[in-house]
């Protein structure tokens, strides 16, 4: 065998070596680059990639929380408004992430999808919200540390996110997102729950903060 044919494989797997490096080190600089985009944003980067703190707007006082936030809407007679988009920052961890916030007999509550609703869902549609629900933790760390901030209309709130356990109150919030869902997101394809999981929903009740 030629010098010049065992070399041509030396430097072909050479080639592939450095090429492998360079594609690793790029990729470690954009997740680098994310996670420092992150934790200097003022609040969420997209509706997929969480950020840092809220910073801007007015902070609101205690007493503005159940008034204002509850004021986006309810349902009467078998009409639901839609989700209200807000950005909610968990003040342990300091991330912040698009959410879609629920009124119900006047209180607000926060709504954490694992698979009860987009399980229903097909297509597009369905794919993207099961890689949101693959990475979503915010649930976890609401229960660890029920600090929130929300901001909506330029205004900053601070509660306290509650777990809801109530078995009546569950059931409640789920048949009013089921009815939303049927009137704003899906009205002619949501299907029945889905039997096998995932299949979980968490609602959070937002409570005035306590004082420290």
């Known amino acids: 065998m030629s010098e010049q044919m065992v070399a041509e494989p030396t430097g072909r797997r050479r080639w592939l070596g450095y090429t492998a490096r360079a594609v690793g080190i790029l990729i470690l600089a954009c997740i680098g680059g994310v996670f420092i985009a992150q934790r200097l944003s003022d609040g969420p980067l997209n509706d997929m990639i969480p950020g840092g703190p809220l910073r801007a707007g007015t902070l609101a006082p205690q007493s503005d929380l159940a008034t204002d936030l509850a004021a986006i809407g309810h349902c009467e007679n078998g009409a639901c ?3 209200k988009p807000i950005e909610l920052e968990l003040t342990g961890p ?3 992430r698009y959410l879609g916030i629920m009124v119900h007999d006047g209180q607000v509550y926060l709504p954490c999808d694992l698979g009860f609703m987009w399980g229903r869902f097909s297509g ?3 794919n ?3 890689l949101i629900y693959v990475f979503k933790h915010w649930h ?3 229960l660890s540390d029920g600090r929130v901030r929300i901001r909506m209309n330029g205004k900053r709130y601070e509660g306290q996110a509650v777990r809801v356990t109530d078995a009546a109150t569950n059931a409640a919030l789920r048949t ?3 009815t939303m869902a049927r009137q704003w ?3 002619a394809t949501l299907g029945p729950a889905p039997t096998e999981g995932p299949n979980d929903i968490w609602f959070f009740r937002v409570d005035p903060r306590p004082p420290v």
């Open 81 to 83: 408004p839609p989700l």
């Open 94 to 96: 300091g991330t912040s």
């Open 124 to 126: 597009t549609q369905r």
């Open 128 to 130: 993207v919200l099961h």
């Open 140 to 142: 976890k760390d609401a």
């Open 176 to 178: 009013q997102l089921e």
């Open 185 to 187: 997101v899906a009205p």
